[in-house]
C-alpha cells in the first residue's frame, strides 16, 4: 500500500499573449511552435502524483485577432502544455477567469475536463479530495482579489471567504490535510500585506495546513505558523512577462505521509522563449525575512504604489527594445491602447484601482 502522496505546487500559468506584447508574447510564438522544455524539469515534474497550478487565462478554440480579445488567452495547444508539464489540477479562481466572456470561462471548464485535467476554485465546489492509501488531502481554491471584467454577480468561480471559511469547520476532521490555493495580494510585490497576513493565520488557526498564494506574478516567502505552512506567492511559472523579478520562480514539493510532511523549494528561472528551466541559486532566506518587515499601512501603499510605477517604466523599455518584433497591425493597436492607458491614468489620478482590496474580508 502506498504510504505517501506526493504533490508540487507552480505559479501562475499564462499561455496567452501578455497585454503589453500582444504579437510578440506567449501565444503568438507557440500557436505555431512547439515548446522545448527542460527535460530535468520535466523528470520532476513527472515524479509527482499531482502538480497544480494557477490557470491565469481561459482557453478557447474562437479567439478574435483584436487587442483585447487576442491578449491573456490562449488555443487548445495550452492543454497540450499543461499535459508535457504533468500539471493535472488548476486553480481556475482568479481575476482573468472571466475575462473573456462567462461562456468563454465555460468552455475553458469543457477543455480541461476533455483533457482529463482537475479543477479547484468553481462557484460552489465541493472539496476536491485526493486519497491514497490510509492519506486524505482536501483540496480547495478562491480568489480574494475583486472581479475586473465581469460585472453581473459571480456564480462563476469561487470569491466567498464565508463560504471557505464553513467549508473548513464542516471538513477539518475529515482529512488529514487541508490545502488552501488563495488568488491575492498586489502585483509584483515580495511580501505580503497586513490583510493576506491575518487572512492566512486564521486559516490555519481553523485546520488548514497549507497556503499557496497566487497573483502577485513575483515570488513571496513561506511563513511557518503555529503547525501550518504559508507560501504568500509562488510567483509565475509560464509567462511572457520580461523583468527579471517576475522570471524568479520555484516548483514547491511537498511530500505528504500520514504523520508529516516535508517540502523542498527547487528554484526556476523563466527563460527567453517564456519556459521554466532549473537554476542553481535563489536565496530563500532572504525572501523570507521580508515577511516579518515591521511596515506601516501607509509605507506599505506607497511601496505598491512605487512597484507598479516601476513595473510601467521597465515595461515601457522592454517595449522599445523590442518594437521591431511586432507585427505592424498588432503595433498600431498596441500603441492605440498605450495612449489610451496613458490619458485613463491623467484622467483618473487619484483614482488609484489597483490598491482596491476586497471590502468583505477587511476588517
Sequence with gaps: MKNNIRISFVGDLMFGD???????????????????????L???LKKNDYVIGNLENPISKYIKETYKSGQLISELYALEHLKLLSINIVNVANNHALQHGVNVYKETLDHLKSAEISVIGKY??????????????????ISLRPEDYYTGENKFYESRISHLEEIIK?????????????????????YPNKDQKEIARKLINMGVKIIIGHHPHVLQ????????????????FITDMKREIQRESMILEINFTKHSISYN??????ND??????????????LDSYIFNNVSETSYIKSVEESIKLNREE???????????FPKKKLIQNLTHYFKRVLKRKINLNKKTYLVYRPDIIK
Excluded at 124 to 141: P, R
Excluded at 174 to 190: A, T
Design 42 to 44: 520535466i523528470k520532476i
Design 315 to 325: 515595461v515601457h523599455k522592454i517595449v522599445k527594445r523590442n518594437i521591431t518584433k
Design 221 to 236: 516567502g513561506l511563513e511557518k505558523y503555529n503547525d501550518g505552512l504559508i507560501f504568500y506567492s509562488l510567483g509565475n
Design 170 to 190: 464542516t471538513n477539518r476532521n475529515s482529512y488529514d490535510y487541508l490545502i488552501v490555493n488563495i488568488h491575492w495580494g498586489h502585483e509584483f510585490m515580495n
Design 124 to 141: 460552489d465546489q465541493d472539496i476536491f479530495k485526493v486519497v491514497e492509501g490510509d492519506i486524505s488531502i482536501g483540496i480547495l481554491g
Design 18 to 40: 501578455h497585454s503589453h506584447f500582444y504579437g510578440i508574447g506567449f501565444r503568438s510564438k507557440y500557436k505555431k511552435e512547439d515548446p522545448v522544455y527542460d527535460q530535468e
Design 273 to 286: 522563449d517564456y519556459l521554466p528551466q532549473l537554476t542553481k541559486v535563489y536565496d530563500f532566506d532572504l
Design 265 to 270: 523549494r527547487i528554484p526556476i528561472y523563466i
